[in-house]
């Protein structure tokens, strides 16, 4: 079974600073990557997702990620943080088992944004 | 509407009670997905549905029952609870095969048991 590791369960970084989340991988495929961003009590939102074809994959509210095989990383960024990206962050993996795709998560990584 | 609704949105309950989740999709997908999200531990899958065939129960305790009737549509059944499922359980839905579709999640169910 795939697993999804973020390093650093929290972040915080000033307003205007770089965004950098980690996320690495065990696969032995080439895997389907994503990042998904929480805010309080609300569902999971996605953020941008990695299939195939380019590796730096451009997502929604600035974010992009870069997918690194030899590192099997797929790091978030953002070059200014903004008040309003204070949430937790999910990097997940999505795995074929038993005929379906499931998506495997990791811990989160809560991105607090100071003044 | 569009896109994944759960009700309730919060619910308590006591140990002997039994209540009911229930997320909709508008979004045409085949499969549903269960999970328990819970404060310090990562998301946990609980149960698969794929054309409305139960694909995958990840070990839940028969406490939790899953249904689901149509590729819209899915229920998880509630009864006996233990203070320790208190969570938000999240549904999700996405296209099968899928892989590199992404999930949809709802909003979610704030379940505290008492």
């Known amino acids: 079974a795939q697993s999804v590791t973020q390093l650093g369960s929290h972040v915080s970084v000033s307003e205007g600073a770089l965004v950098l989340l980690r996320c690495n991988y065990s696969?032995?495929?080439?895997?389907?990557l994503f990042w998904y961003v929480q805010y309080p009590n609300q569902g999971l939102q996605l953020l941008l997702k990695?299939?195939?074809?380019?590796?730096l994959v451009k997502g929604i509210n600035g974010f992009e990620a870069e997918f690194k095989k030899s590192e099997t990383s797929f790091h978030l960024t953002k070059p200014s943080a903004h008040m309003s990206d204070a949430a937790e962050y999910f990097c997940a993996v999505s795995e074929r088992d038993s005929g379906t795709y499931k998506y495997i998560f990791g811990t989160g990584t809560r991105l607090k944004v100071l003044a | 509407e569009t896109g994944v609704t759960q009700t309730p949105r919060h619910l308590v309950m006591g140990m002997t009670n039994k209540k009911s989740l229930k997320c909709e999709q508008h979004?045409?997908?085949?499969?549903m997905y269960w999970y328990k999200q819970s404060a310090k531990k990562p998301l946990e899958l609980m149960f698969v549905?794929?054309?409305?065939?139960?694909?995958e129960n990840n070990s839940v305790p028969s406490r939790f029952s899953p249904e689901c009737p149509n590729s819209s549509h899915l229920f998880l059944h509630l009864h006996t609870l233990q203070p320790e499922d208190s969570a938000l359980y999240l549904c999700?839905?996405?296209?099968?095969?899928?892989?590199?579709?992404?999930?949809?999640f709802g909003q979610g169910t704030r379940l505290t048991v008492v």
């Open positions: 696969s032995s495929v080439p895997p389907y």
């Open positions: 990695y299939t195939t074809g380019a590796t």
């Open positions: 549905y794929n054309f409305k065939e139960q694909t």
């Open positions: 979004l045409g997908h085949n499969a």
């Open positions: 999700a839905s996405s296209q099968d095969p899928g892989g590199t579709t992404e999930a949809f």
